[in-house]
């Protein structure tokens, strides 16, 4: 099992920034890709972004590229999402995912995560 908890989360004015975090325990060797997604209310959990444990290959969805950068520290076992020039549409839980997949394209599916945090609460005020 690998557990994922997130941090980072709270309220910041259009334009702010702000860092999540996610912190991974577990047989953490046993997943090669992680993700950060979101839900706001009422709608489905989208994707944000991925990154591999592997190498620094990154791709984001294109409501946030430009803005947000996912990054992780292998020594840590900690991936990061920096999120700047935020909008009062990034509101939303933000979610870390793990994957057990080893794929050479991206995975941007709920479906492709194995593992999931617990989310934690971004608002931000227009």
């Known amino acids: 099992q690998v557990q994922l908890v997130e941090s980072g989360g709270g309220l910041v004015q259009a334009g702010g920034s702000l860092r999540l975090s996610c912190a991974a325990s577990?047989?953490?060797?046993?997943?090669?890709?992680m993700g950060w997604f979101r839900q706001a209310p009422g709608k489905e959990r989208e994707f944000v972004a991925t990154i591999r444990w592997s190498g620094r290959s990154t791709y984001y969805a294109d409501s946030v590229k430009g803005r947000f950068t996912i990054s992780r520290d292998n020594a840590k076992n900690t991936v990061y999402l920096q999120m700047n020039s935020l909008k009062s549409e990034d509101t939303a839980v933000y979610y870390c995912?793990?994957?057990?997949?080893?794929?050479?394209?991206?995975?941007?599916?709920?479906?492709?995560?194995?593992?999931w945090g617990q989310g934690t609460q971004v608002t931000v005020s227009s």
């Open positions: 995912a793990a994957s057990r997949t080893v794929s050479l394209d991206f995975i941007t599916g709920v479906s492709g995560y194995d593992y």
């Open positions: 577990g047989r953490t060797f046993s997943t090669s890709i």
